[in-house]
Structure formats: C-alpha cells, structure tokens
C-alpha cells in the first residue's frame, strides 16, 4: 500500500512569500491519481490541484503543482491571508480501488 | 449544484454500531461513472479514507477498517449509506462524505459534504 510523507509538517510564512510544500510516495503514482486540497479550521478539505498539475475550477492561479513519480510539489507564489491553512495531498490505487492521504502541511503566519 | 450533506448520530457508545448518511443532490447514482466515497478526520489528525460505492453498486473499502464498514445506496432517495460496526472510542472524528471525479483520465473528490462530528463516549 503506497504511503505518502509530506514536508514539513508546518511552515510558516508571512503573506506575500512563497510557499513550496512537497509530497514524497512510497512508489510510483500515476500523476493523473494525485490530488491537492486545502482546509481550513471547521470546514471540509477543498480541491485544488488535480492530476498533479490542474488547477481545479476556481483555484488562483497562485497556486500551482507539479511533479511525477514519487515525488510532488505544491507550491503558492505569494500567500494571501486566506491561504493560510492546512495542504493534504491525496492519491488513488486503481488495484485494488484505494485513496491515500498525506498527514497534511500546516502553513502558518510567521 | 452538486451537493452532499452528511447525518447521523453525534454520540454513539463503544460496542455500538454507527449508521451515517449522505443525502447529495445536482448528479444521480444510477448515472455511469458516478461514485461517491466517506472519508473521516480525527480532531487535529489527517484524512482517513473508509469506503466508496460506484453508479454499479461495485463497493470498495479501506484494507485496515473493511470487516467493520458496509457500505450501499438507495439511488432513489440520492443516499448513501455508512455503517461502521464495534465502535470505538479511538472512532471519533469528523464523517465526511464526498462524490468522487473518476472521468476524463482522473481521480479525485471533487464536492464534499460540510461533515459530521461522531464521538464514541460511554
């Protein structure tokens, strides 16, 4: 079963810095299978990044992902106040079915 | 509008078996390619994924909590139905349910409910 690490666990920025957050996998993932989301306190994850690199509909385009393989990146070009929050990345298994999230990276105000 | 609203009980004794739905509205469940999936949060803990459904009823779990979850559907009312049983105290979290985006060559939860807190207590 792929496992996902992310780094670091917390990050703190001031707004208008840029924010790298990176996602490592155990093996391989299809970087259509690799998601973004973003939550903030009492609220639901919201995606943001689809097949590694798509923004979803909506997303700033300060916001952008990359990468491939084992390992992934988000990264925000400026942080607005509303940015910060906590960033998951997710993947999905096609054999069997299976979705798997990362423990999160919390980007904080410095 | 895509929705999803999760309900259930907010308190549920250890030993006891948990019954969550996820009423959604703006897709249907008996339209090809649709799946939706819960997901839970221990408060201040990352995402945890425990099952999905598909418009053909296939049904899919998380390998560490399958002999406890049953999943199912009632395409009729747009429900799906969790249930989890031998709750434990180490349970508690926030529910969510989520429609998954399985199309166009990608795989992703797309809208998610606003979630419901579970506290297994005595």
């Known amino acids: 079963e792929i496992v996902l690490t992310q780094s670091p666990g917390t990050l703190s920025l001031s707004p208008g810095e840029r924010a790298t957050l990176s996602c490592r996998a155990s093996?391989?993932?299809?970087?259509?299978?690799l998601a973004w989301y973003q939550q903030k306190p009492g609220q639901a994850p919201r995606l943001l990044i689809y097949?590694?690199?798509s923004r979803a509909t909506g997303i700033p385009d300060r916001f952008s992902g990359s990468g491939s393989g084992t390992d992934f990146t988000l990264t925000i070009s400026r942080l607005e106040p509303e940015d910060f929050a906590v960033y998951y990345c997710?993947?999905?298994?096609?054999?069997?079915?299976?979705?798997?999230f990362g423990p999160g990276t919390k980007v904080d105000i410095k | 509008q895509v929705t999803l609203r999760e309900s259930g009980p907010a308190l549920v004794k250890p030993t006891q078996t948990l019954t969550l739905t996820c009423t959604f509205s703006?897709?249907?469940?008996?339209?090809?390619?649709?799946?939706v999936s819960w997901i839970r949060q221990p408060p201040g803990k990352a995402l945890e994924w425990l099952a999905r459904?598909?418009?053909?009823?296939?049904?899919y779990y998380s390998t560490s909590l399958k002999t406890r979850l049953t999943i199912s559907k009632d395409t009729s009312k747009n429900q799906v139905v969790l249930t989890m049983t031998n709750m434990d105290p180490v349970d508690t979290a926030t529910y969510y349910c989520?429609?998954?985006?399985?199309?166009?060559?990608?795989?992703?939860?797309?809208?998610w409910g606003q979630g419901t807190l579970v506290t297994v207590s005595s």
């Open positions: 093996q391989s993932v299809s970087s259509s299978y």
């Open positions: 097949g590694a690199s």
């Open positions: 459904i598909d418009w053909d009823d296939d049904k």
């Open positions: 997710q993947q999905y298994g096609s054999s069997p079915p299976r979705f798997t």
């Open positions: 703006g897709f249907s469940l008996s339209t090809s390619g649709m799946c």
């Open positions: 989520a429609r998954i985006h399985i199309w166009s060559g990608y795989t992703y939860f797309d809208y």
